[in-house]
């Protein structure tokens, strides 16, 4: 955990200087990191609760959560759970070379489809970012939802995969939106080839920003161990892979083989982040990552939530 956090640190750093496309380039190590902190000295946490079954758990209030900072038990100073509220989501497409084999375009296509069923347009709102080496910005968050259906259809897979820099470029971005529900849906086949940040420095900054990522893997049956294999030797250093960068910012990891799969993976996502509590404590003092868990005073439940923030 020492490794991470120091790991999630330098990624603040690098962030810090990046412009509007992937970070490429690594701060000195004798510069300041910097963090992102709330204006109003409230740390926002999105949760995800559910039963042994897999089902969204409703109804709960602040008396059926514990939240600990750094070990520490915090008060929740609220908690907001609406499905009427409005999300704000990117989504990242895949657009390397690697995406041309099979059929990994055409199941990025309907699960991008499937996402903008979902969205209530003048309400929702979503931007479209594909990536190779680089990030693209192919449409700015608008909420005119309605009229992006074969916003992909144009592109086409070349390149190399920077897939976690894309994510931290994205995140960023995100951040700066309002909407009580938001997060990062990645369309991939997952093998990331070229970043310059790990898995576990993305997911540090992500989670430090609540910006939780959900990732829809495109690849056949017999290719989903080595993916996962794959993305443990991608980070020597820490063995961070995909799975991790979800988990870790209140996320999940689904695999799709099919184009019926990438539709379905695509609208549970979607209504998991719907039904989504917000809490929120507030932010400690001192400059320094926190280390966050929260858990649900109820047998059986599970929550997933971001993994930690930067306090000060």
Known sequence: MNAFLKRSLLAVTVLGLAGEMAVRAQAPADRAPKAFRSSVDLVSIQASVRDKHGRPVPGLTTTDFEVRDNGQ?????????DRRSPVSLAVLV??????RVGAKIAMARQSFDSILSQLRD????????TFDSRLHERQSFTTSVGRLKGALDQFDAFGA?????ATAATARRLAERS???????????GIDTSSTLTASEVSGLASSIDVPVYIVATVANP??????????????SDGADLRDLAEWTGGHLVFASSLAETAVAASRLLDELRQ?????????????WRRLEVRVKRASASVKARSGYFGG
């Open 179 to 189: 909407a009580t529900h938001k997060a990062i849906i990645i369309l991939t086949d």
């Open 161 to 165: 995969t920077s897939l976690y820099d």
């Open 122 to 129: 003048g309400e929702d709102e979503l931007a479209v970012f």
């Open 276 to 288: 989504q509590y917000v809490l929120a404590i507030e932010a400690a003092s001192a400059p320094e």
């Open 73 to 81: 038990p915090r008060s929740i100073l609220s908690l907001r759970s």
């Open 223 to 236: 290719d989903r161990v080595a993916l996962m294999e794959a993305g443990e030797r991608s980070t020597p």
């Open 94 to 99: 895949d657009m390397s070379g690697s995406m």
